[in-house]
């Protein structure tokens, strides 16, 4: 299991008459965080510079930054230092600055990134990404609310829900619960429930 941000969160910062906007996003691999970054700078083109830092998989092998024109050290670095302390992988940030008119200096610069990193980060939404098992479960329309309720007790996750004959559930379970999920639904069902494990793989929870 490791952490990460869920989805994508923007911040803005005014520091001596610069403007910051910090922007992270999960990314699944070095090419996604590669789109996420040259998005960002298709979003602010007239931008002085969009400094960015990323760990692009669950193990930290990928880290990648860029000072993007600011003196060699002072943001990319900075960036990476703050992803890494907060232990976070799979998550890239790009801090994007419009000049202000005020130099901030080699330390000022350090202090800027890196703050307006974490702050940004702090405020992200984060996901602990476990090995999940994703199931369909099927069910009487009388037992739909019953699915439901026992869903909200536990740290299951319902994906998508299909109205037909039946009601096919697509939910996503740790897999280290998947066995005491089942047996709990069968039972709170009273057995009136058809189950169908389709895959496994890394899920976000929300912590």
């Not at 931008?47 to 600011?70: I, K, M, Q």
């Amino acid at each position: 299991m490791y952490l990460s941000v869920n989805g994508e969160c923007e911040t803005q910062k005014i520091i001596e008459k610069s403007r910051f906007i910090t922007v992270s996003k999960h990314v699944d691999g070095e090419e996604e965080a590669k789109k996420f970054i040259a998005d960002i700078k298709r979003r602010f083109p007239d931008a002085t510079h969009n400094c960015y830092a990323y760990v692009a998989d669950s193990l930290g092998n990928f880290p990648r930054f860029s000072d993007d024109g600011e003196p060699s050290g002072t943001a990319g670095m900075p960036i990476l230092e703050v992803i890494k302390n907060k232990k976070l992988y799979e998550t890239a940030v790009v801090v994007t600055r419009y000049f202000g008119g005020i130099k901030l200096g080699a330390g000022g610069l350090v202090r800027a990134y890196s703050g307006c990193a974490a702050e940004n980060l702090d405020a992200a939404e984060k996901a602990l990404f476990e090995q999940c098992c994703e199931s369909e479960y099927a069910v009487d329309y009388s037992c739909v609310d019953a699915v439901m309720r026992y869903c909200a007790e536990s740290s299951a996750t319902v994906i998508n829900t299909e109205y037909g004959d039946t009601v096919t559930f697509l939910i996503a379970v740790k897999q280290s619960e998947e066995a005491k999920f089942n047996l709990g639904l069968t039972d709170r069902l009273n057995g009136k429930v058809a189950i169908i494990k389709r895959k496994e793989y890394f899920f976000p929870f929300k912590i």
